[in-house]
């Protein structure tokens, strides 16, 4: 039930053009003193969503700095994804309650995961998100959580269920500081941000015809205006908003296009009800493309997207970090946000994008931009530096080891 994700091995001088300058060597430095741990990484799933994503990249290039790092995940099971989904948005602060049953199945299939890792194999333990707590690997020590959504204002009784689990680490990583679950210790947070890959096929710049192409294949017109929000079917991402907004700029832009394009991640069983409920809401309009890994949305094609993009959105009500708001920044491009959480730290208002509180600010901000294609690639161009500057993996792999380096 639990499993082995393979770590192929990365180069991580192959960053040294693209990151800014000392960042290679501090790394290098930092390394030297960690040579040879043995550092267990465990989450949910080892696709769809961000802390997959990240995982994906960063593993490979902790393994090449010299640490025996190992992943392992979950096992899908829809009952339990159901639960840890119900947790993830009780975390960040729906109202109800979890039932007694789910409770209990809960801490169930925790403790049956838990007799699976011989955790004396390992000298550091890093889990990643609520979906892995109830596995106590022998209250092994050192442990980091890493928690990537914010849990500043949760829903009260999930969080008393939940948050003994969390004290029993050892140190708590949160993407902001302000994310912070009530009654934990202070002193064991530590905050960094998460970061994207450059060399990835998500995230090395494709030519714009080969882009284009990938936009034919899937039915849209390559020459027409383009609006791309990429991300799970999930409430907080709010889809519905960004139909909106697209429906208000459409009125000035009879011929704009906007495409959905969300995985269906398997720890997110919610995903599929939200799906079908936008496909509804869309109401068949020809210019609206709902595209999902299904239908062969793969990481190069979502590439293409926010390559063949004038603008991307990320119109989410909440979001941990938003991997997607790099992404789009990476490839040159303005991006339009919600105006929460870690789309705030992305986003330069008026300088990269904008961030947004409602549909119809949304929409004045797309036509603006439409309108505007030199501000457009300005913004792009800022953008892209931000993110050279702030939120490229080799970054979060120093945060990662100066943590290490705290029980050396
Ligand atoms: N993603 C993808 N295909 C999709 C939708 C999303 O590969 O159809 C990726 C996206 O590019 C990003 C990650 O999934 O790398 C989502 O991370 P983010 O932090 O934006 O959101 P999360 O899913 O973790 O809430």
């Known amino acids: 039930m639990l499993q082995e994700v393979s770590i192929k091995p990365a180069d991580l001088s192959a960053y040294e053009t693209i990151i800014k300058n000392g960042l290679l060597e501090e790394i290098q430095t930092l390394a030297k003193s960690l040579k040879g741990k043995r550092v267990l990484h465990l989450n949910a799933t080892s696709s769809g969503g961000g802390v997959a994503e990240l995982l994906k990249s960063l593993l490979p290039l902790m393994q090449n700095t010299g640490l025996e790092t190992r992943w392992f995940t979950l096992t899908p099971n829809e009952e339990f994804f159901t639960i840890t989904k119900k947790i993830h948005n009780f975390l960040q602060g729906r109202k109800g309650d979890l039932t007694q049953k789910e409770k209990e199945y809960f801490l169930r299939y925790g403790q049956k995961l838990s007799t699976q890792l011989d955790i004396k194999q390992f000298d550091l333990l890093v889990v990643h998100d609520p979906q892995p707590l109830p596995v106590i690997l022998n209250n092994f020590h050192p442990s980091i959580w890493h928690c990537h959504i914010d849990t500043s204002k949760p829903n009260k009784n999930v969080w008393k269920f939940v948050s ?66 990429v991300s799970r079917f999930d ?120 961030l947004v509180n409602t549909p119809r600010s949304c929409a004045t901000k797309i036509t603006h931009l439409l309108k505007n294609p030199k501000l457009a690639l300005e913004m792009g161009e800022y953008g892209k530096e931000t993110v050279r500057e702030k939120f490229l993996m080799p970054r979060l792999l120093r945060d990662y080891l100066k943590l290490f380096q705290e029980f050396n």
Not at 312 to 320: A, R
């Open 164 to 229: 003994p689990f969390i004290r029993r680490y050892d140190r708590y990583i949160f993407t902001l500081r302000k994310y912070f679950g009530p009654g934990l210790d202070y002193k064991k947070l530590r905050f960094f941000t998460p970061a994207i890959d450059p060399l990835s096929s998500k995230n090395t710049l494709l030519k714009e015809v080969y882009a284009k192409a990938v936009l034919k294949k899937f039915g849209l017109h390559p020459d027409e205006p383009l609006i791309t929000q």
């Open 235 to 354: 409430h907080w991402k709010d889809p519905w908003g960004v139909i909106d907004a697209y429906r208000v700029a459409k009125r000035k832009m009879p011929n704009l296009q906007l495409a959905l394009i969300g995985v269906l991640a398997i720890d997110d069983p919610e995903g599929k009800v939200i799906l079908a409920d936008i496909k509804k809401y869309a109401k068949e309009d020809p210019n609206i493309f709902i595209l999902t890994n299904l239908d062969g949305v793969g990481p190069l094609e979502v590439n293409a997207f926010q390559c063949a993009s004038n603008i991307l959105l990320q119109k989410s009500i909440k979001e941990g970090f938003g991997l997607t708001v790099s992404e789009a920044l990476w490839k040159g491009k303005p991006v339009i946000g919600g105006n929460c959480g870690g789309i705030t730290v992305q986003i330069k208002q008026g300088k990269s994008g904008y």
